[in-house]
């Protein structure tokens, strides 16, 4: 037991001594090929443990700080201290709204970053912002003040009083207008003085020391295709509606817009504004053109017939009676003439084509009478055809006689005379005299 103790202890020794020796080796290798290194030694006082986002006011990333402290110039030189080389010395005018950083820029000269006057922003509709906080690139923005009257990149596009679904015409003279003073507030307007107000400013009581609760004091004053507030024929008019100051619409009370028939003290359709021949639906208080149907009665709302006058309900129209024949009856009402002759057959006057509708109306069609009598054609038969030659002759072959020839007469309510020979073999010759003349 012993013998075996000390060949361990023996083979212990032996591994010590071949590590140390192997150590000793590599070491000294190291030192031999290792490369040359020198410290450098520095007389300096080590700076604190402190990062950059602990420094007070540090500009990391941003914009200098002539955003943070607004510096007065005089020109751009006074702006060279400020960090960057982005600055120039800009004018803010009284009327102006610049904000930098949260902080409202006094009128005067300061030095801001470039490019505030590039931006455009409306003097009296837009606010000029520049934050450090927008990340990215670093520009001057417009906000607007009033953005649903005027809007776009410069706060100058005037949305105001214009009707958005007519875009083939200009709507310019559409204006904001005083209702007191007619002051006009119109930021587009070169010699533009809002006076101190607002588009949306109210009217105070003479007794009020508050804040305004009166009407609006400014609303649209709809004058396009208007010369000195009358419309002009066969453009489309544009209208103010009930609860909606800041817009003008197309006049609503025909599909083309084309007559000024809204009424804005009752805020209906008065159709007795375009014509007598015009219905206005009980449905949707549009007025509709009844020229092609029949002599319209406008106090009674229904046609003037010959014959019998016949109610019925249609798409404009709510009778409390059968539905119309044809739904698109813009009045629902028609004539009915008892116009059969014995054995079924239609008439017409005149040589007019006439056919027997489901209802048992006589419909005419005058389209079949010669020229250039199917020109003055008129009537439910095509029975009123007059001579509208006013006092110049009219030749009639003497088979038209006997008086008058070939059924006209004059219009325009002349009378006719014979001024020639009706016998003989020459031709009669007939002319249509004004009223209270002897026409010889």
Not at 92 to 105: A, L, P, S
């Amino acid at each position: 037991m012993p013998t075996n103790t000390k060949k361990i202890d023996t083979l212990y020794i032996f591994i010590f001594l071949l590590t140390l020796v192997v150590s000793i080796i590599i070491f000294t290798a190291f030192s031999l090929f290792r490369p040359e290194y020198t410290t450098p030694k520095y007389n300096f006082t080590p700076f604190p443990t402190i990062t950059p986002k602990n420094v007070e006011d540090a500009q990391i990333g941003r914009t200098p700080h002539c955003t943070k402290t607004i510096i007065k110039c005089k020109t751009n030189s006074d702006c060279a201290t400020c960090p960057g080389g982005n600055y120039e010395c800009t004018v803010v005018d009284n009327n102006e709204n610049v904000i930098v950083n949260g902080q409202k820029i006094n009128p005067g000269q300061w030095c801001l970053p470039s490019g505030k006057k590039e931006t455009g922003c409306g003097t009296y509709t837009g606010r000029a912002i520049w934050s450090d906080q927008i990340q990215g690139d670093q520009q001057w923005t417009c906000e607007c003040l009033y953005p649903d009257l005027f809007s776009g990149n410069d706060c100058l596009t005037q949305i105001a009083c214009i009707d958005p679904t007519i875009t083939n015409i200009d709507q310019s003279n559409n204006k904001i207008v005083s209702v007191n003073d007619k002051h006009v507030w119109d930021p587009n307007s070169p010699d533009f003085d809002p006076r101190g107000r607002t588009p949306y400013d109210r009217i105070c009581p003479t007794d009020s020391t508050g804040p305004c609760t009166g009407p609006p004091m400014y609303k649209c004053s709809c004058d396009t295709n208007k010369t000195n507030g009358t419309a002009i024929p066969g453009t489309i008019q544009f209208v103010q509606m009930p609860n909606d100051l800041y817009r003008c619409h197309a006049d609503p009370c025909t599909k083309n817009h084309l007559f000024n028939a809204f009424d804005t003290s009752t805020n209906t359709c008065d159709c007795s504004k375009i014509s007598d021949q015009f219905a206005k639906s009980n449905i949707d208080g549009v007025c509709r053109d009844m020229t092609n149907i029949c002599n319209w009665d406008i106090q009674n709302n229904k046609c003037k017939c010959e014959d019998k006058v016949v109610l019925c309900n249609s798409k404009y129209m709510y009778r409390d009676y059968p539905d119309c024949p044809d739904m698109e009856n813009p009045g629902g009402s028609y004539c009915k003439y008892s116009c059969l002759l014995p054995g079924g057959f239609p008439y017409c006057e005149n040589g007019g084509v006439g056919t027997v509708q489901s209802d048992g109306t006589c419909k005419c069609d005058c389209s079949h009478i010669p020229l250039p009598e199917q020109l003055s054609a008129k009537g439910d038969r095509c029975e009123n055809i007059c001579i509208n030659q006013g006092p110049g002759l009219t030749e009639v072959e003497d088979s038209d006689i006997p008086y008058p020839p070939n059924g006209k007469y004059c219009c325009n309510g002349a009378y006719l005379k014979e001024t020639g020979s009706p016998g003989g073999g020459i031709e009669a010759q007939w002319r249509c005299c004004p009223v209270n003349t002897t026409c010889s």
